[in-house]
């Protein structure tokens, strides 16, 4: 058990390491450290900064032992903004891929001798190992999301593989019966504290969308002036649409009675009718569901729609919990960098025929980013804590920049309603 343990946790540790420095390896030196959008950190910020987490975790926590205890401060996200990491004396490309590097060789000889069996909620199962594989996941997401601003237009990308999509067409929504759920988990071991404690959630009955909303339909929507209309949008949301000028989502030009698309990499298209509408933010979402007659579905519809079946089984993937294929969703490292058109991927369904919950976008949620009830901060209230409240809103289920270990029904990521850089679209709800 131990062994198999182990060495799971090394084939994870190898794999996060290999996605960043592939990510990254493509991108010349200067643009390592130069800031692409004050939005993010300079990429050679976020590379070293997974390396010091895990020096702080693995070496510090586990072993206590440090390696370069005074880069702390540098790269610790708290003391200072994005926007003022560029003038942060940071470790050059080199010396960072050389730190990162060294970090990993001590971790890897402490992991050959610590004992897993150990009974501190930090070891057990290999936790502490899962929040230092997924944190560095998540970093490379975000890496994902400032090279897309930065618009790299020559940044190669893999090629899009063909995906499985239903044979017969699919219907627009499905019914979610009401009834309890059990919502959160106890029993993953990976599972943040804030998926934490698996508790029982009534829910009237709701229709859900099958699918994320589409590009086609977002763009009916656009051209019916939803942009311009006031009562559509929620009084901040109004407020920041003007402010900020919006008019379509990011990455959309008007292209005549079209529209071109530039969100792969920089690269210019004209926009996919089938894809899910990506890099809308929570008050264009809102908006855009108001306008169709619908609403977004809150976090709990979601995640019953996702994980819960009618018999009363939770599922840690919408298909059930085996591990995440390409016929099953559109995840993370070997994505088609982009989302894949609604109706792929019938074989990941949820129980009740909901496709692409898992993968492609992230999909916002109607609720605010709260504590369950009985939350407990752990290991430290600087991941989910300091922010729950109602200035965030969650979003579900990962998108195609996401991997497999850093997302499950029960996971719960969060952003201001205002951001779209992210990979975030959505589907709609409406009461039954
Ligand atoms: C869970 C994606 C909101 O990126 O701010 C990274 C994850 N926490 N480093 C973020 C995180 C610390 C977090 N999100
Ligand atoms: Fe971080």
Redesign the pocket.
Known sequence: MELGLKERIEHELDGVRRRSLELLDPVPPDELVRQHSPLMSPLVWDLAHVGNYEEQWLLGSVASTRLAPHLDGVYD?FLHARRDRPALALLGPAEARRYVGDVRGRVLDVLDRVDLDDTTALLDRGFVYGIVVQ?EQ??DE?MTAAIQLWGADDYPLSQPWPVPVSAKPLPAEVVVPGGPFVMGTDMEPWAYDNERPAHTVDLLPFWIDTTPVTNKAFAAFVSDGGYDDARLWVQAGWAWRQEAELRHPQFWAPDGAGWWVRDRFGRVETLPPDEPVQHVCWYEAAAYARWAGRRLPSEAEWEKAASWGSDGVKRRFPWGNAAPAPVRANLAPASRFGPASAGSFPAGASPWGCQQMVGDVWEWTASDFLPYPGFRAFPYRE?SEVFFGSEYKVLRGGSWATHPSAVRTTFR???FPIRRHIFAGFRCARDA
Do not use: E, G, I, S
């Open positions: 996200a944190h998540q970093h975000t991941y990521n969060w952003d």
